[in-house]
Each structure stands twice: as structure tokens, then as C-alpha cells.
């Protein structure tokens, strides 16, 4: 009996190492961006009468979106060993935590995939909508969480649309859940009455 506490004792050690680790392999920096994350985060489940904590953002370590040298993240319901109590994880690339803005642009999107319940399966069949809709709701979100007005959070995710589409242009490669973003840019563009600049 003394044997197996030891042996539950060390799952438990060696869990709460694996809990820590994702958050070490963030700078200072990174981290900063992680943080003001977790507090726009809360404040916007908060808004929405949300209960609980909300996805974990960590580094991805699938090597198509660890390559790109564009900003690159996504939604996932799936949680890790670390990520006890989480409703699921934003797995991101390192470019999405390398500036503010973009952190902002592309976290925000990202949450808004777990704030319309996106989880839930249904976009594997409707993907663009579901991307399109994350679009959308991220300008509510950016202005909630990270306290920008209506005009800045829609400037920001337009530029951060129309970079992802000169980036699929560069020919990028892209990770197979990529939809098509000259698309979503122009129906971005048609809901808030901004230049889509696609062509």
C-alpha cells in the first residue's frame, strides 16, 4: 500500500510537470501576451454569462503549423494533461505571440471558435461559415476583452486577413484545415463595409 502512494504520489509529480511545461517554453514576452489573453478572456466569458475558465493557449508542436512562418493557430475542444479544468486549447504557432496586435487579431478569433460553440463538430462540414462567423464575432470580442473600439477591432482583423492572404499567395504551406482566407476576407469585408483588397 505504502508502494502505490509512492507510485500515485509520482503520477501526480510528474503530471503537475507536464502541467508547468507548456507554460515554460513562453519568454517573458510571450507570456505578457498569454497573460492579457487570460484576463480579455475571462472578462468576455464573463459578459456572456460563461461559467468556468477558458481555453488554454499553447504552443504547437504539429510541425505544419510549427513551420509557418506566418501567425497560425487553432481551436480545439481536445485538452492535454496540463490543462485541467479547460474547456479546450488555442493551439498557436510562436509568430501569433511575437506582437501585440496579432496576439489580439488572432487569439480573439480563436476564442470566439469556443464562445459560438464551435467545438462541437459541426464545423468540420461547414468550415468556411464557421471561420467566417469566428471573423465576426471576434471584432464583439476584441472590443470586450481587449477594450478596443468598434473602428480599431475591425481594422485590425481586416489587416490581419488580408496578411493571411498574401501569405497563402507567398505560397505558404498551410496545414490542412485551412479554408479559403480571400474568401472570408471579402465576406469580413462586405459585413463591415471595409475594402476587401483580394484582387
Known sequence: EVMA??????AVALGLT????????????EQARIDEYERAARQILESRGIKGAPPAVRVSEEPALAAMARPAAYFTPRTGFGDLGRPGR??????VVADDLIAQAVLSHELAHFVLGHGDGRCQSHRHECEVEAHVASVELLMTGWDLDYGDAVRLQSAYLKS????VRREEP???RAGDPCRELEEFAARFKTSSACD
Open 164 to 167: 493571411v492572404v498574401l501569405a
Open 18 to 29: 507536464a502541467c508547468a511545461a507548456p507554460l515554460r517554453s513562453f519568454t517573458d514576452l
Open 5 to 10: 502512494l509512492r507510485h500515485v504520489a509520482l
Open 90 to 95: 488555442i493551439l498557436i504557432n510562436r509568430a
Open 174 to 176: 498551410s496545414p490542412s
